[in-house]
């Protein structure tokens, strides 16, 4: 069964940094591009960054752009997103997603990340 598992959210004072990792299981993750995505509440789910599968291509909301990195590591089938310069707004449950082409998508569960002082 695909599955993707994210880790790494928590509680971090404005200014801080986290790193979260995205674990994938079931299928070939280095055929996939990956996306991270944040939903605040309230609000409706939106995108972050991505990176595709074979040439890292990545990509970033405006929103995140310098602060945030994308990275992947297909030996492992494991992403990363380096998030530094927090800020109270980045406060969300950040989703890791896998998507190729015509196939279904896989999404992990959701980690917390809070932004406060």
């Known amino acids: 069964q695909a599955q993707l598992v994210e880790s790494g959210g928590g509680l971090v004072q404005p200014g801080g940094s986290l790193r979260l990792s995205c674990a994938a299981s079931?299928?070939?993750?280095?055929?996939?591009?990956m996306r991270w995505y944040r939903q605040a509440p309230g609000k409706e789910r939106e995108f972050v960054a991505s990176?595709?599968?074979?040439?890292?291509?990545?990509n970033y909301a405006d929103s995140v752009k310098g602060r945030f990195t994308i990275s992947r590591d297909n030996t492992k089938s494991t992403g990363s997103l380096d998030m530094n310069q927090l800020k109270p707004e980045d406060t969300a449950v950040y989703f890791c997603?896998?998507?190729?082409?015509?196939?279904?998508?896989?999404w992990g569960q959701g980690t917390q990340v809070t932004v406060s002082s």
């Open positions: 997603n896998a998507a190729q082409g015509g196939a279904p998508e896989v």
């Open positions: 079931g299928f070939n993750f280095r055929d996939y591009t």
């Open positions: 990176i595709t599968n074979i040439l890292h291509t990545t």
